[in-house]
């Protein structure tokens, strides 16, 4: 069940609701029969279903501060959304953050993805979503799903492409960012921008 459609009641009230079954008595022992073994997957769907939930709420709140004032001006919420939204993906995707000119979040989109090793951005499209939400500028970011946050010199060539397409337009790139399991690398702190 995708748990983005659920309201913040819905979810709170889910997290806090009473695990069904007690995990000790319910997990297997030894010589327990094939139902010990079924009982303990049970439990483990119930805990990774509240873990979804709780990532679920800490993303929401994340992005309503994101929300509240210039986005730069709290880079670790920036980053922490990041690493919750794609940091265990398998595959990597493309987001890109849409902001007003005082750079307030606007909207958060994952605009393409790809494989285990690649993704094909498309300066076109991401020019059309600022040009459709009025945006002064814009925060990029992807993930590399092999862990390592080391930018690529098609990274960095794409940077360049995407800064120049923006221009045209007066859109700003103010940061691409690579995420990488915990680590999330700004172009910016490292002088490529």
């Given at each position: 069940?995708?748990?983005?459609?659920?309201?913040?009641?819905d979810l709170v009230r889910e997290l806090l609701a009473p695990p069904v079954?007690?995990?000790?008595?319910?997990?297997?022992?030894?010589?327990?029969?094939?139902?010990?073994?079924?009982?303990?997957?049970?439990?483990?769907?119930?805990?990774?279903?509240?873990l979804g939930v709780a990532r679920e709420l800490l993303l929401r709140d994340?992005?309503?501060?994101?929300?509240?004032?210039?986005?730069?001006?709290?880079?670790?919420?920036?980053?922490?959304?990041?690493?919750?939204?794609?940091?265990?993906?398998?595959?990597?995707?493309?987001?890109?953050?849409?902001l007003t000119i005082q750079l307030q979040l606007i909207e958060a989109v994952?605009?393409?993805?790809?494989?285990?090793?690649?993704?094909?951005?498309?300066?076109?499209?991401?020019?059309?979503?600022?040009?459709?939400?009025?945006?002064?500028?814009?925060?990029?970011?992807?993930?590399?799903?092999?862990?390592?946050?080391?930018?690529?010199?098609?990274?960095?060539?794409?940077?360049?492409?995407?800064?120049?397409?923006?221009?045209?337009?007066?859109?700003?790139?103010?940061?691409?960012?690579?995420?990488?399991?915990?680590?999330?690398?700004?172009?910016?702190?490292?002088?490529?921008?």
């Amino acid at each position: 069940m995708n748990l983005s459609f659920l309201s913040r009641a819905d979810l709170v009230r889910e997290l806090l609701a009473p695990p069904v079954r007690d995990f000790i008595a319910t997990a297997p022992h030894v010589g327990d029969g094939e139902s010990g073994y079924q009982r303990a997957a049970a439990n483990d769907s119930v805990v990774s279903r509240k873990l979804g939930v709780a990532r679920e709420l800490l993303l929401r709140d994340l992005h309503a501060q994101m929300c509240t004032g210039p986005i730069m001006s709290t880079p670790q919420v920036l980053r922490d959304w990041l690493r919750l939204h794609c940091a265990n993906l398998d595959y990597e995707v493309f987001l890109v953050l849409y902001l007003t000119i005082q750079l307030q979040l606007i909207e958060a989109v994952e605009l393409f993805r790809g494989t285990l090793t690649q993704t094909s951005v498309y300066p076109r499209e991401l020019v059309k979503g600022a040009m459709a939400r009025n945006a002064a500028a814009v925060v990029i970011a992807h993930n590399h799903p092999s862990g390592h946050a080391e930018p690529s010199r098609a990274d960095e060539c794409l940077t360049q492409t995407l800064k120049t397409a923006l221009n045209l337009v007066d859109v700003r790139v103010v940061d691409h960012m690579i995420v990488a399991g915990g680590t999330v690398l700004s172009f910016t702190e490292l002088g490529l921008m």
